[in-house]
């Protein structure tokens, strides 16, 4: 017999008979891992309101992550972000006590051990020692990756905290860092999205009273500029843009162009207003591949779901046209009423000026 299906057939006896077991007694799987101490992967598909973390066993066994012993690994963790982590987090776990007589398996976190942490804090401080001093001779350090997940951003969107190797070791990054581009504000979704990125270690800093690792992400892929085709950049290129932002006394205004998701800077347009919010049809004024730079002016909006000509108070491009239209073919039938009343006047005037004419004729 080939050894693949020796080792396969092997897997499922073995799975087979962990199950006989389980049937005669439903708690044996967790007491051996307890023994053990074993680490294991679970995905929780339940919440209460307090932010415990719920799973129920084929055998209709309660398993149970407390909130605070997921703290002990996730410090940010609270009721308000369990949406973040019921049927999305896969979390290394270990058994922490069983109650038999409740029908309940209690969990802690397996995620980190403080000796870890300690040890990989101690490399840490180490190269921002090590930096410190290059910088100070006048050297230039080279970068020193880490890998990290967005687990919080503030709310003007200005910086990120940052979990480090999945342990619970924090660091935080400004926008500025963010990418190698002039980034206004942190994208959205980035602290949802469980994803794995890559920053430099800078230094540390304060903040809140704790210290936390400074980051940087302007060597990495945070650049949205380099997914924007070339023909974006070419002038007369029309865009559709969502305006973020009319900050008052600035002669522009802030959007961000559907489809690529790069912020651009528009002009303001005489023959509507700009609405924050809405979606405008732009051409490209003037680029900037290498800078990073968009500017637009908007021709046309986007009207809303379910909103009339009407019901909106200022015009496009082409309302302007039309009434512009309207406009000059009333000036026009004005002034031939005019020139018709004239011409009336000129008529009744006619016979006196031609006698006039005729005496001044005789006279000379």
């Not at 396969?8 to 073995?14: H, I």
């Not at 924007?228 to 070419?234: L, N, T």
């Amino acid at each position: 017999m080939a050894q693949t299906i020796r080792d396969l057939n092997k897997q499922l006896a073995e799975k087979a008979e962990l199950k006989l077991k389980n049937a005669a007694d439903p708690y044996s799987l967790y007491e051996a891992r307890k023994k053990k101490d074993e680490k294991f992967e679970m995905t929780f598909p339940l919440s209460d309101a307090d932010g415990n973390l719920y799973y129920i066993d084929e055998n209709k066994i309660k398993i149970i992550l407390p909130m605070e012993k997921l703290q002990a690994t996730d410090r940010f963790y609270n009721s308000r972000l369990r949406g973040n982590y019921v049927g999305i987090k896969t979390l290394e776990v270990q058994i922490d006590k069983i109650d038999r007589e409740n029908n309940i398996v209690y969990l802690k976190s397996g995620r980190s051990t403080e000796n870890i942490v300690r040890a990989v804090e101690r490399e840490l401080y180490a190269e921002v020692n090590r930096r410190r001093e290059l910088i100070r001779k006048g050297e230039q350090p080279e970068a020193f990756p880490v890998y990290g997940t967005v687990v919080s951003v503030d709310a003007a969107r200005q910086n990120a905290t940052v979990r480090l190797f999945n342990q619970n070791i924090y660091g935080t990054i400004h926008v500025s860092k963010w990418a190698s581009s002039y980034t206004r504000s942190l994208p959205e979704g980035i602290e949802d999205d469980d994803m794995p990125r890559q920053f430099d270690l800078l230094g540390v800093t304060n903040l809140g009273g704790q210290r936390y690792f400074r980051l940087s992400g302007e060597n990495y892929g945070n650049d949205a500029w380099r997914e924007v085709p070339d023909e974006i950049f070419e002038p007369k290129a029309v865009v559709m843009v969502e305006c973020l932002e009319t900050p008052v006394g600035d002669n522009h205004w802030w959007g961000k162009c559907q489809g690529i998701g790069v912020e651009v800077i528009g002009n303001y347009s005489t023959k509507f207003k700009i609405e924050v919010g809405r979606c405008y049809l732009c051409t490209v004024k003037r680029s900037n591949s290498k800078n990073h730079t968009l500017i637009v002016t908007p021709f046309k909006y986007i009207r809303k779901e379910g909103e009339t000509k009407e019901s909106v108070a200022y015009l496009t491009k082409d309302d302007l046209k039309n009434l512009m239209e309207e406009k000059r073919k009333e000036r026009l039938a004005n002034e031939g009423t005019t020139e018709g009343s004239n011409t009336s006047e000129e008529q009744t005037k006619a016979p006196e000026e031609k006698k006039t004419s005729k005496k001044s004729s005789k006279s000379e």
